[in-house]
């Protein structure tokens, strides 16, 4: 099997090259980015006849997207650039999938929901309520895709952190080992999840799809949700950051997130049910905590 996997060079991306180091799949990876250790081939997703060029070479099976643009405050005001990567681009790749018949694993957000005020985890089948630009494209981006025709599995994520390129873990361990006190929301409530168990996640949806990948359709075409298991806030996360990385001299204070004003609203509970996504393809979830622990302890020993 031939998979393409875009935006290889990010967290996500990244994850897939380590699981994947002795993979019996082939993996072609791409980026607009290069990366000085990574073989990566060129590719901008928002050319779609890039993308069929690169498709058709390579005889691809299985696109996984994981590109996008996830600065939330800078796109309230790049919303056409926003557009164009989070909305255009996974069109560009739903239609080449659709013209070879391939399957499209494509990632997108819990930032789709926010607007109303959940209690619950929020189902694949709840209708977006996104509260910002960054929500929004990603929203277009999933309609884009299901009114393509092609094969595809998007899988809404929340809460990333890796070993990898910058995100909330790296940066709470250098704030609490270098900062005396530090104050976090603890009014926004979701799950982290590990890049690293998102991917094996990934790959268990493209062995379940190997199985009758030449079919024009595929059973399991739809939307799911991944993240960790349980349900923390921010303050809660970086608290345990602290804890694992053996930082204790950094005092770690609760606060409201209108005390960092920020030009767009992030949802405050946006915990995703993963029911479905369980069910569907046998995947076994780790707990939030326990992922946290590894990935905390493969930067320290890097």
């Known amino acids: ?7 290889a060079n990010g967290q996500l991306g990244n994850e897939m090259r380590v699981i994947n180091r002795d993979s019996a799949e082939r993996f072609v990876y791409t980026d607009v980015n290069q990366v000085e250790g990574n073989e990566t081939i060129h590719l901008d997703i928002t050319d779609i006849d890039a993308v069929r060029s690169i498709v ?6 299985v696109i996984v997207n994981c590109a996008a643009y996830t600065n939330v405050d800078a796109a309230e005001e ?5 557009e164009m990567l989070n909305a255009k681009a996974p069109q560009n790749l739903a239609v080449v999938a659709s013209e070879n018949n391939a399957l499209l694993v494509h990632v997108s957000t819990d930032y789709v929901f926010g607007k109303e005020p ?11 309520t996104p509260t910002g630009v960054y929500g929004m494209t990603k929203l277009h981006g999933e309609e884009n895709i299901m009114a393509s025709g092609c094969k595809y599995v998007i899988i809404r994520t929340a809460w990333l952190y890796s070993e990898y390129g ?3 873990c790296k940066t709470m361990l250098n704030l609490t080992s270098s900062k005396p006190r530090l104050k976090v929301v603890f009014d926004q409530v979701g799950t982290p ?16 799809y190997s199985a009758d990948m030449n079919a024009q359709s595929y059973a399991h075409t739809g939307i799911y949700h991944y993240s960790n298991e349980g349900v ?11 804890e694992y990385s053996g930082q204790t001299v950094c005092s770690i204070e609760p606060c409201h997130s209108n005390e960092f004003p920020s030009p767009v609203v992030r949802p405050s509970y946006s915990v995703l049910d993963k029911t479905k996504i369980k069910e ?9 905590t326990d992922s946290l622990r590894k990935c905390i302890e493969n930067i320290k020993g890097k």
Do not use: H
């Open 232 to 242: 923390c806030s921010w303050f809660d996360f970086t608290k345990m950051i602290a």
């Open 118 to 128: 959940y209690n619950r985890p929020c189902r694949e089948d709840q209708q977006g």
């Open 56 to 61: 058709k070479e390579n005889k691809i099976d």
């Open 78 to 82: 790049n919303e056409p650039l926003a």
């Open 166 to 168: 910058k995100n909330f």
């Open 280 to 288: 569907t393809f046998g995947i076994s979830v780790p707990y939030w």
């Open 1 to 7: 099997m031939n998979v393409l996997v875009t935006g």
């Open 193 to 208: 999840t590990y890049a690293l168990d998102l991917a094996k996640a990934i790959m268990a949806i493209i062995a379940d």
